[in-house]
């Protein structure tokens, strides 16, 4: 039976294809009571799930392609060996028998055991093997629960949707290696960095839908409309005949938007506005240019750091830098220092370790209560200027104590690299991102230490609002237009002006056409966005006159009346 949820779309365009639920058994695991008379019928519906995960993995074994990497058959047998450990084929059994409990929560309390063990060994490579166990249990859970035999992503044909409960910003970035047609999830929030990373897979995608894992079953056909948040579930035929159409006339406005990639952003009086674009790992380069834009306005590096088990070296660093600094070709690339932490964990499982991650050791805190990590990434980032138009961006800027003091390591690692003879531009910008409310307020005295100012407006609505950006219960409330943002991003802008430092939106409201006019009212000429806006938001450009804003975007400044503030933007976007 047809029917459609509504969530909140972080990335537009419209898919239609087969779902793939992506596991989250763990999540699932409810807990009840075995009657007596039932525990060995319980017993045997475990035995039976552990043999079906025993042969679904031999097979995958033997499929793997010729040319599969070797890592592939090891990574399987390893998965195969612990699944027939007796902690994990024998000891679950008796736990439901003492415990009288249903077979998914007896593996699951085991796996807590084991994890708990695995957390206690020394050696860094046997305790990250607990992940291994997890995935197995997870297997295993699957099948406990009826959705066995989930294919491998190299099986996975294109045009699946995935349908999660969640994606941490490291399970998005492996996704982004594979192709998919759209993603779906029940949490998240618009500009979570899972929600970030969605939109740099450049395909459709909704979050906050609360129970598509539930409700949606693997292999449905869906429609996923990104631009409305709406998920129609096993469409009628009427219903799909018009999203086929509706799909069409998308990627025929697409087509229409290509042709002015060549087209310099101008506004309809001659001022020059440059639109760059934002990256997370150097293969994001490829659609930074096929967008048009002109310059790299923000490298999230985090990504580097995401997914292995130590940290990237120097050497590694630099040469990601070197390469994104020579394929822009002499085009500026803002390389901002690692922003890890809150919920940008290295490792899934890290994740949450403090009560308020958003407030915690995070971005540049993190980086000064680490030097060396630190040292080596400045020195990258300064060897690669050697290589192209390197600027160094500092993230979450609060005090000018921590400016002075990540200026200090600069100058620290540019004197390693002088005595080592290491060449690069001595002369290498270095900006601050504003994106807590204090460092906004107090604007001016960072931007007489700073060459350039890039506003962080996801983070600065998160902490100027109080509300999580990952948690959807209070996204409601997450609102670009509520007057103290704008207060706070048209300050930071005139700031900027008066001092000469040049200011640039990195937010994802630099992405949205639909505040493109605002900002260039409020004096913005430097945006920084995904590649896949760039051309939507240059469109505006080209149809604005600058002088025409100023009255309609003062009288958006001193609203305090959302509907009015709504109905004021509408106006100017006339
Ligand atoms: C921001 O906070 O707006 C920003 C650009 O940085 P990030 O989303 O990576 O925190
Ligand atoms: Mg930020």
Redesign the pocket.
């Known amino acids: 039976m047809s029917f459609t949820m509504h969530g909140v779309g972080v990335s537009t365009g419209i898919a239609i294809g087969h779902a793939h639920l992506v596991s989250h058994a763990l999540l699932e695991v409810a807990h009840y009571l075995i009657p007596k008379e039932k525990i060995s019928d319980e017993t045997k519906r475990f035995e039976h799930a552990v043999k079906s995960v025993r042969h679904d993995l031999a097979s995958l074994r033997k499929s793997l392609p010729q040319n599969a990497p070797a890592e592939m058959s090891a990574f399987i047998d390893t998965h195969l060996m612990i699944l027939q450990d007796a902690s994990l084929s024998e000891a679950p059994k008796q736990i439901i028998r003492t415990e009288s409990c249903n077979a998914e929560w007896a593996l699951k309390q085991q796996m807590e055991t084991l994890t708990a063990q695995f957390e206690e060994i020394e050696d860094d490579y046997l305790r990250e093997r607990k992940f291994d166990v997890v995935q197995v249990v997870e297997r295993v859970i699957k099948a406990l629960l009826g959705h066995p035999n989930q294919s491998t992503m190299a099986e996975q044909e294109s045009g699946m949707i995935l349908v999660a409960h969640d994606l941490s910003p490291a399970d998005a970035i492996q996704f982004k290696q594979h192709q998919f047609a759209a993603f779906v999830t029940d949490v998240g929030g618009a500009?979570s960095?899972t929600a970030?990373l969605a939109r740099s897979l450049n395909i459709p995608s909704i979050v906050a839908l609360h129970r598509a894992r539930d409700l949606i079953h693997d292999g449905e056909l869906i429609i996923v409309d990104g631009e409305q948040g709406v998920v129609i579930v096993a469409p009628d035929k009427d219903t799909l005949a018009e999203y086929r159409l509706r799909q069409e006339q998308w990627e025929l406005e697409q087509q229409k938007l290509k042709r002015l990639k060549q087209t310099r952003a101008v506004t309809l009086d001659g001022v020059q506005i440059d639109l760059h674009a934002n990256i997370e790992i150097p293969e994001d380069v490829a659609q930074t240019r096929a967008s048009g834009a002109t310059g790299i306005g923000?490298y999230?590096t985090e990504f580097l750091f995401m997914n292995r088990r130590e940290w990237p070296d120097e050497e590694e660093q630099f040469e990601a830098y070197r390469k994104v600094a020579e394929t822009m070709k002499g085009n500026p690339v803002t390389i901002r220092t690692l922003?890890i932490g809150a919920d940008k964990q290295v490792n899934p499982d890290s994740a949450r370790t403090c009560a308020n991650p958003a407030l915690g050791l995070r971005a540049i805190r993190l980086c000064l209560a680490e030097p060396q990590m630190f040292h080596s990434q400045l020195r990258a980032i300064l060897r690669a200027s050697h290589y192209g138009k390197v600027k160094i961006l500092i993230?979450m800027l609060c005090t000018l104590a921590e400016l002075r003091q990540a200026k200090n390591q600069i100058e620290r690692a540019k004197q390693s690299l002088r005595e080592e003879d290491i060449p690069f531009d001595d002369q290498v910008p270095v900006g601050g991102m504003i994106?807590i409310p204090a460092a906004a307020l107090g604007v001016e005295a960072f931007a007489r230490e700073l060459d350039f100012l890039s506003i962080?407006?996801?983070?600065?609505i998160q902490y100027t609002l109080a509300i999580d950006r990952t948690d959807d219960a209070v996204g409601y409330l997450y609102n670009p237009l509520h007057p103290a943002v704008l207060h706070l991003i048209e300050l930071t802008i005139r700031a900027g002006a008066k001092l000469g430092r040049p200011v640039s939106v990195?937010?994802?409201m630099a992405g949205d056409a639909k505040l493109t006019r605002m900002l260039l009212g409020f004096g913005l000429r430097q945006f920084s966005m995904h590649p896949a806006n760039v051309l939507a938001v240059k469109k505006q450009v080209l149809k604005t006159e600058l002088s025409k804003l100023e009255s309609l975007t003062r009288k958006i400044l001193a609203s305090h009346e959302a509907d009015k503030t709504e109905s004021l933007l509408a106006k100017l976007n006339a």
């Open positions: 500009t960095h970030i923000l999230r922003d993230p994106e962080g407006t996801n983070d600065l990195c937010g994802e």
